[in-house]
C-alpha cells in the first residue's frame, strides 16, 4: 500500500525557516517524481515545488521560487521541501504527491505550516 | 500562465441525479487534464487522468470527457458519498495549475 507521510510542520514567525518531510513506503520511491502543493485554509490547490527522479530536475512557480527548496533522499525514500523567508501567505496545509508522469496520483495526509508572530 | 476556470462554483444535486460539471483552460492543454476529489477534511483523490482515462479503484459512475480547452466532469447518478470539492489541473504546461473547484451540495 502507497503511505505518503508528512511531517515538520507547525507556528512559525515571518522571515523564519522550516523545513517539511515526506515519508514514502509502498512503492518505489526512486522510480517516480514527486511534488508538494500546498492549499490555504479554504481556499484552493497550488502545486509549489516536483523534482525529478534524481533530484536533478526541480521546478518553483514564481511564488516560491527563490524561497523554497525541493529536495529528495532516495535511499530513505523521503522527500522534503525547506521554506525559507515565510510570509503569511504561505500559511496552508502542505501536502506531499506522487507524480505519476502527468496526474498527482497519491497524497499524503498534509500537515499544517501556520506563519504568524 | 494557463488559467482553469470551473463551472459552477457551486452544484445543488439530488442523489441519483445525472450531472456535469465544467472546466475551461485559457489555452489548450491538450489532454493532459486531471480531475480530482475533495471530501471535506480529506487529502485529494485522482479521479479522471489525461481527460477521459479512468483511475483504479474510481466507481464507474465518474467519466471524464473533453481536450483542448473544453473540459468536462461527468457523474452518473449522484451518491450521497459524492458530495465533496472536484478540482480540474492542467499538466501541459509550467507552471501546473488547478482550477478553483466546484463544490457539490446536496439539494
Known amino acids: 500500500e502507497v503511505q505518503l507521510v508528512e511531517s515538520g510542520g507547525g507556528l512559525v514567525q515571518p522571515g523564519r525557516s522550516l523545513k517539511l518531510s515526506c515519508a514514502a513506503s509502498g512503492f518505489t520511491f526512486s522510480n517516480y517524481y514527486m511534488a508538494w502543493v500546498r492549499q490555504a485554509p479554504k481556499k484552493g490547490l497550488e502545486w509549489v515545488a516536483t523534482?525529478?527522479?534524481?533530484?536533478?530536475?526541480?521546478y518553483y512557480p514564481d511564488s516560491v521560487k527563490g524561497r523554497f527548496t525541493i529536495s529528495r533522499d532516495n535511499a530513505k525514500s523521503s522527500l522534503y521541501l525547506q521554506m525559507n523567508s515565510l510570509k503569511s501567505e504561505d500559511t496552508a496545509t502542505y501536502y506531499c504527491?506522487?507524480?505519476?508522469?502527468?496526474?498527482?496520483?497519491?497524497w499524503g495526509q498534509g500537515v499544517m505550516v501556520t506563519v504568524s508572530s | 500562465d494557463v488559467v482553469l476556470t470551473q463551472s459552477p462554483a457551486t452544484l445543488s444535486v439530488t442523489p441519483g441525479e445525472r450531472i456535469s460539471l465544467s472546466c475551461r483552460a485559457s489555452?489548450?492543454?491538450?489532454?493532459?487534464l486531471h480531475w480530482y476529489q475533495q471530501k471535506p477534511n480529506e487529502s485529494p483523490r485522482l479521479l479522471i487522468k489525461y481527460a477521459s482515462q479512468s483511475i483504479s479503484g474510481i466507481p464507474s459512475r465518474f467519466s471524464g470527457s473533453g481536450s483542448g480547452t473544453d473540459f468536462t466532469l461527468s457523474i452518473n447518478g449522484v451518491e450521497l458519498e459524492d458530495l465533496s470539492i472536484y478540482y480540474c489541473q492542467q499538466g501541459n504546461s509550467l507552471p501546473y495549475t488547478f482550477g478553483a473547484g466546484t463544490k457539490l451540495e446536496l439539494k
Open positions: 504527491a506522487r507524480r505519476e508522469l502527468g496526474p498527482l496520483d497519491y
Open positions: 489555452e489548450s492543454v491538450d489532454t493532459y
Open positions: 523534482i525529478s527522479t534524481s533530484g536533478s530536475r526541480t
